[in-house]
């Protein structure tokens, strides 16, 4: 029987590949910018742009990337840079996917298909992995090669073949070898890129577009391109090696107020922003560290990419973004999700197969009745057609006066837009609880405060908080003029402390590794881990607050960039973990974590964890044993 052999390195431990993040700016198109706005992104370098920041017109949010492609690369720069250095890996075994991201008409069929004078990244690939086949064949006669192709969509949440066009929703399995497989899926045989071209074309027409307002065609699919590579050895042992490649453009994002989208093309869109929101949350539980399952199988799109994402192959993801004012929020979002990407490892694997000696008399093995064993003529070994399966300048400040921009940011909407119903439901669940939540304490403060008020009175003012003599404002008084000013009004910006500048290190080490770089003396040590249990055991709202005297330097023991990183990770979480996540972080419990649902709600994201103290009840002491011990306990583990 066949078996499939993992290949590790020279020191026997698996290879890991990260998923590639390049980020591509579509270029400044006028007729796109009808209040003529400017640009609201720029590039900064060869791996770094910034956005205009929304909360504050001065400030800009820097990102940084694997590879930034600005406005003039051409396509060519683009496929060298981001796609070429995949496609040996298909000959020799291995997976890849390139696939495009972003919002609608942001340039994610430009990038991947392109036109007749621009060929996209797909003619590329596919021409240069007939250019390193024939180059092989030439140099190795002991090997030959065999390229298959399949393509199919994914509308409305229906896996649809390109190449044998019918309404036929084709089911999605896994063998048991884990390889994702469509039975029923066209696999067709390819002799040559003009071959593959002859066949691609007429199946790019069949492809799902219609025009919206933001784009006169608009992909309202998925498209997934599979090249199928089968290296078999012609001497004993028969060695085969199986590679493939996936190249995928996927439909845009979108904001349905913007597109004008009505009847099936609403419809449509809760499909794609469905699948789109599914995606983000794999990449987001793949960046968590799997913490639970991985939720492939939400969607159609992630159950076929089960392989390309966290899986085993070497993952480039292009972010396509578009320039003009009016895309702010789906280029923000966009690179918000691209920068979560980053952070993905994956474990590439050869995946090789070796005829065993049963194999001269026995059954042929699935690999080999996929792609053709040596025991039988070529011609009969695959059939054209067959019906196979695949496996698996200068920023413009932003007018606070823009409500739309604005509006849009602070509510929940493209959430609820793209949650499939059980958990928007959920989530509604959990905002009207918030909601409930926070109009109790509301009423509580309004008495408390009628009671220090009247106390105030009779002590002449002496017995004022301490944060207001202080010159700040009670923290839960600014969280009423929070949710006050989001009734009054939602286009004032809040006020901003910092610039935040959420840059993704290219490796984010798990935070388990920082214990190796944190090094206390053992005195110090033992003193740290009884404060440490001492706050991890203290209750949410219960007894004194945990100490932090002689504790104040703490954080500067700790080496500064995994300090950064945790805090990061802190941020995730409170930006993006559910109730059930807020609840495991250190000193949140149930109370707390339903203010922070309901400040999210009113507030949009945190920019940084200092805003937890803005949250009501959540002083600066308790803020800093809040971040000592979430960031000591993460690295005690
Ligand atoms: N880098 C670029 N250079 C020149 N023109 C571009 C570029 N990127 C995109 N365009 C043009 O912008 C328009 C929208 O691009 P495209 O259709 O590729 O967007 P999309 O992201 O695929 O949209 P959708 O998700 O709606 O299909 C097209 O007319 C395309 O030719």
């Known amino acids: 029987m066949a078996q499939r052999v993992a290949v590790n390195d020279v020191n026997g431990s698996k290879r890991t590949s990260r998923v590639r993040v390049a980020v591509r700016l579509r270029p400044y198109m006028d007729k796109q910018d009808e209040k003529g706005e400017g640009p609201c992104v720029r590039g900064l370098g060869p791996q770094s742009l910034e956005i205009t920041n929304w909360r504050n017109a001065t400030e800009t949010l820097q990102y940084q990337f694997d590879v930034f492609h600005g406005e003039q690369t051409t396509q060519q720069e683009v496929f060298l840079s981001s796609v070429k250095p995949l496609i040996p890996h298909i000959l020799n075994g291995q997976n890849a996917s390139v696939f495009a991201y972003g919002p609608t008409g942001a340039g994610k069929t430009h990038t991947m298909l392109g036109n007749q004078d621009n060929p996209g990244v797909i003619p590329r ?81 069949n492809r799902t577009t219609a025009s919206t307002k933001l784009n006169q065609r608009s992909s309202r699919s998925h498209a997934i391109l599979l090249i199928k590579v089968v290296k078999s050895q012609r001497v004993p042992p028969h060695r085969q090696l199986t590679g493939k490649l996936y190249l995928v453009d996927l439909a845009g994002s979108e904001d349905n107020r913007r597109t004008g989208n009505q009847g099936i093309r609403l419809k449509e869109s809760g499909a794609i922003n469905l699948s789109l929101f599914t995606l983000s949350k794999v990449v987001d539980s793949l960046n968590a560290g799997t913490v639970g399952r991985v939720p492939y199988r939400d969607s159609k799109l992630t159950r076929l990419l089960q392989d390309s994402l966290g899986g085993s192959a070497h993952s480039v993801m292009i972010t396509n973004i578009a320039p003009e004012y009016k895309y702010y929020f789906d280029t923000f979002t966009a ?268 507030n949009g994201d945190f920019t940084q964890v200092d805003d937890l103290k803005k949250i009501e009840g959540i002083t600066a002491k308790r803020f800093s044993s809040f971040i000592k011990a979430n960031i000591l306990s993460a690295m005690g583990k």
């Open 335 to 602: 690179l918000n999700f691209a920068a979560k990407s980053k952070q993905i490892v994956n474990r590439p694997f050869v995946r090789e197969t070796v005829a065993a000696p049963t194999n001269v008399t026995g059954k042929r093995s699935r690999e080999e009745q996929e792609a053709g064993g040596p025991g039988e003529p070529q011609n009969k070994r695959l059939k054209e057609n067959k019906k196979g399966e695949i496996p698996s300048p200068q920023t413009q400040p932003h007018s606070p006066a823009d409500t739309s921009v604005l509006d849009r940011l602070l509510a929940l909407e493209k959430m609820m837009l793209g949650s499939p119903e059980k958990e928007r439901l959920n989530l509604l669940k959990t905002v009207a609880q918030s909601r409930k939540e926070i109009q109790k304490l509301k009423e509580k403060q309004k008495e408390l405060e009628e009671k220090a008020d009247m106390l105030n009175k009779l002590t002449g003012g002496q017995d004022k908080p301490k944060d207001e003599k202080d010159g700040g404002a009670p923290l839960f008084r600014s969280d009423l003029n929070l949710l006050n000013r989001k009734q009054s009004t939602a286009a004032k910006p809040r006020k901003q402390q910092a610039v935040v500048i959420p840059l993704q290190v290219s490796h984010v080490q798990p935070l388990q590794q920082c214990a190796v770089v944190w090094k206390p003396s053992k005195e110090k040590l033992s003193k740290d881990k009884k404060t440490l249990q001492e706050v991890i055991k203290g209750k949410e709202n219960s007894g004194p607050e945990p100490s932090c005297d002689g504790e104040l330097n703490w954080e500067s023991r700790l080496d500064s960039s995994l300090l950064e990183q945790s805090k990061k990770k802190i941020l995730d979480t409170l930006n993006s973990g559910s109730l059930k996540e807020l609840k495991s972080l250190q000193l949140i419990g149930d109370k707390k974590a339903k203010l922070i649902l309901g400040w999210r709600e009113v």
């Open 125 to 205: 690939a596919v021409r240069e992995v007939f250019q390193l086949v024939n180059t092989q064949e030439r140099d190795q006669d002991e090997w030959k090669f065999s390229v298959e192709m399949s393509y199919l969509e994914i509308y409305n949440e229906k896996v649809l073949d390109l190449l044998s066009p019918s309404s036929q929703d084709l089911p999605i399995r896994e063998d048991k070898d884990r390889n994702i497989v469509i039975p029923g899926l066209t696999l067709t045989r390819l002799s040559s890129f003009s071959d593959f071209h002859t066949h691609f074309v007429p199946a790019s027409l």
